[in-house]
């Protein structure tokens, strides 16, 4: 288990790109499952879970050639079903959360897909009835064999229907998707995650030769085709990281242009950060964000304390909310962090309230943070990180503390976000890998 060691207190400046979007990553790669064509994609982070699922690819069968960093060729033609049996399948797919998306892809082409519990976060239930109630509605016959945790779905062919998800789940979309586009005939799908990274997939599936309208809203049409070809697909900027960023700079006084960021594919991002008291300028397609001595959290209109919570998108990503929670603990005012969508993903804060942050975790999903307008400076502590946006969350207090704080178990940092140490000690930080 890997550390960082951490001096804070520093300043930062600089300029800093943005990787390739660790979550549309996963499900771009499990679509090119959908063809024996060759699919490019460009702008890959060099991530754990992303290098996790290429790996698994590799694995079944998926040919692959890098052609430069962050650029890379599948071609899915000779996919070995044998190994969706073994136990090597099992480790490698129940490594990560996105492995979950090669189900849809698998069943529509193959007629098959098996999948054992998938890994990724801790932060409570993650059900999967979204994806698999969608794939029924398309033909699926299912099995789950609860001893081994071993998701089965099989169909001879799949035909398009109506379906209208419980939730909008996002990798349940996803799967859904890719399914229907290989179906026969035509599927609507209601209640569809929306974000981003979907529309992206569904424009990637659409250069494939799918059919698909509605993408960037809730209600998807697919008309079904036979096969899919090869495209290239360019990944957007890592929204998340984008976010990251704006936090990490407010919360250390620090001048930090971000490059690149795909504004238009923000939503209520930046919006939310400003709601912070958080300055920052659209500058062209970069974010400018000025060393600010301080930041005021903004009221409601009738005075009453903001609270910052998740939606589906088009509302505010739940990935963000641990960073908006720490920078609220440096800030002027009060916000009540409402994560509504996971139950276990707020309890990285009574390492944040060690060290000295105020916060109140009224209950999992809620807690008011009274923010200290640096009156007091954060303190170091040694701390380990349970999940990747708490992790980023405690390296942003760590940078902003006084002395020295030591994160363990860092690949869960790692596996979204590509060289962070290096990437922020090139803007002025002090990160060692221990
Ligand atoms: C690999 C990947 O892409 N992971 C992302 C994906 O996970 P993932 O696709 O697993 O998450 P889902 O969208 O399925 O749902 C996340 C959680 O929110 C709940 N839920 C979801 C939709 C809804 O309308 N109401 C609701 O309460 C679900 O019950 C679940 O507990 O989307 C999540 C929600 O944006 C992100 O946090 C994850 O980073
Ligand atoms: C929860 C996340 O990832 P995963 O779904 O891969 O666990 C995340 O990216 O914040």
């Not at 999967?128 to 969608?134: N, R």
């Not at 990747?388 to 869960?412: D, F, M, P, T, Y």
Request: glycine share 10%; hydrophobic share 40%.
């Amino acid at each position: 288990m890997a550390s960082f060691e951490i001096h804070g207190g520093k300043k930062l400046k600089g300029e800093v790109i943005p990787q390739g979007a660790k979550n549309e990553a996963l499900q771009i790669l499990c679509g090119v499952l959908l063809t024996p064509e060759k699919v490019t994609i460009a702008n890959l982070p060099d991530i754990i879970d992303v290098n996790k699922l290429i790996n698994l690819l590799q694995a079944m069968g998926v040919k692959i050639e890098k052609v430069e960093k962050g650029t890379y060729i599948f071609q899915a033609k000779d996919v070995n079903l044998d190994y969706l049996k073994t136990e090597d399948f099992k480790e490698r797919a129940s490594g990560l959360r996105g492995s979950v998306m090669i189900i849809g892809p698998l069943l529509a082409r193959f007629g098959k897909a098996f999948m054992p519990k998938p890994g990724g976060d801790k932060i409570g239930r993650r059900r999967l009835d979204t994806h698999f109630e969608g794939l029924i509605k398309l033909g699926a016959n299912f099995n789950f064999d609860s001893k081994e945790h071993f998701y089965t779905v099989e169909a001879k062919k799949l035909e398009g229907i109506y379906i209208h998800m419980d939730e909008a789940s996002v990798t349940g979309t996803a799967n859904i998707v890719m399914a229907a586009a290989l179906a026969k005939g035509k599927t609507t799908i209601y209640n569809a995650a929306c974000e981003p990274y979907l529309q992206q997939l569904c424009t990637m599936l659409n250069n494939m030769g799918a059919k698909i309208t509605g993408v960037g809203s809730n209600l998807l049409h697919i008309e079904g085709v036979k096969e899919l070809k090869g495209c290239y697909h360019r990944i957007l900027p890592d929204m998340i990281e984008i976010g990251s960023f704006i936090g990490l700079a407010a919360m250390t006084q620090s001048e930090i242009t971000i490059k690149d960021v795909g504004y238009e594919h923000l939503g209520i991002i930046p919006q939310v950060f400003k709601r912070l008291g958080i300055q920052l300028e659209r500058r062209g397609d970069d974010i400018f964000v000025p060393a600010q001595e301080s930041y005021e959290i903004d009221t409601f209109i009738d005075g009453s304390i903001l609270t910052v919570s998740d939606a589906p998108w088009p509302g505010f990503t739940p990935d963000l909310l641990s960073i908006i929670l720490v920078v609220a603990t440096q800030a002027k005012g009060s916000v009540l962090v409402h994560q509504k969508m996971f139950e276990s993903r707020l309890f990285f804060v009574d390492k944040l309230i060690d060290m000295g942050a105020q916060i109140i975790l009224c209950d999992p999903h809620r807690a008011t943070v009274i923010g200290m307008d640096r009156k007091t400076n954060l303190r170091g502590i040694q701390m380990t990180s349970p999940d990747i946006r708490a992790g980023v969350s405690l390296l942003i207090a760590a940078l902003s503390a006084e002395g020295k704080s030591v994160i363990h178990n860092i690949e869960q940092i790692d596996r979204g976000y590509q060289d962070i140490d290096i990437r922020l000690n090139n803007l002025g930080a002090d990160i060692r890998r221990v």
